[in-house]
């Protein structure tokens, strides 16, 4: 977990989610108040659009309504639009490049500045897209005992798994506290840093952070000592990266029983990854196997792999 990114995203001036540039603004930081369960700070169905420019030959503008707190959909939607913007930002870096060079052989280098509408260019420059995550943590921030209120603010914004897969772990709580010792324990390393070279005092970026924090902490009776920060209770990705080797990423164009059949066996062969309570579980490996595949380019819900398994006879008795 890279924890100065997460503090750059924590403090942006600007909303992740909105795609506007992103400027840190480290002294802003304060402690942690609430975290918001599932993506980003929105519930239940929200929709994730693909807009490129109007001038894009290839695909019209959609969007996706997605249940963020459906994981293997909401991964799956993500991944989806992301290819379809992975496609439209390769078209725009050509249109781009050939408006480059049809610019630098029009231009006049007389030292005349010119609008570039004169130079009745054929060619136009083109927007490209964000990615968008499936990682969207939301945060609430507690309120400064030490600045003024225009200068707060008020909800912040990571876009990391780890950190994500913490969340989701772990009750609010618990959560909180530990992210806000692992967020000071990075603070203190910073002070550490500047004393030692002779650079601490007011005007130092960490200042109103680690005083805030401290603060926090005394008021609540909290010894950061005695809280394990998030280095010691890293979630393991290896377990996905595992999941996604065994099934890979497949765009199926045959029935669902065929697709069953076929993401049965995967489960059957990697039985020790899907494990429920000592047994092998289809219902465990359906919910993943969806992540990774697809039929005729649309998602797979894991109901369908449960509905295809009763269309033919099967000699798996001992899987759930």
Known sequence: MDTYKIITQLTAKTDMISSESIKDNFK???????????????????????????????????????????????????????????EYNDWADGQNEMHRKELFDKAIPDGVGRDVEDLNLKTQSYPTLPHLSAWINAFQFDQPEFRKMEHVIDFGYVDDKELYKLKESMKE?????????????????????????????????????????????????????????????????????????????????????????????????NEHLFQDKGKTSLTKGYKIGVRYWKHEGQIIHWEQMRRASTRYPKDLEDLV
């Open 173 to 269: 709580e618990i959560f909180v506290k530990r992210f806000n010792v692992h967020l000071f324990n990075y603070i203190q390393g910073s002070v550490k840093m500047a004393e030692k070279a002779n650079a601490w005092g007011e005007d130092n970026l960490w200042f109103e952070p680690n005083r805030e924090f401290v603060h926090w902490f005394q008021l609540r009776g909290i010894n950061p000592d005695d809280v394990p920060s998030f280095d010691n209770a890293i979630i393991d990705l290896t377990y996905d990266e595992e999941c996604e080797e065994a099934f890979g990423i497949k765009d199926w164009d045959k029935k669902l029983e065929i697709i069953e059949q076929e993401m049965r066996e995967v489960i059957k062969t």
């Open 28 to 86: 802003a930081l304060l402690p942690i108040l609430a975290v918001a369960k599932g993506w980003g700070l929105y519930g239940g169905r929200v929709l994730f659009n693909f807009k490129p420019d109007e001038d894009y030959p290839h695909k019209k503008p959609y969007e996706i309504e997605t249940d963020v707190y459906n994981e293997a959909e909401r991964v799956a939607n993500v991944e989806a639009i992301n290819k379809d913007i992975d």
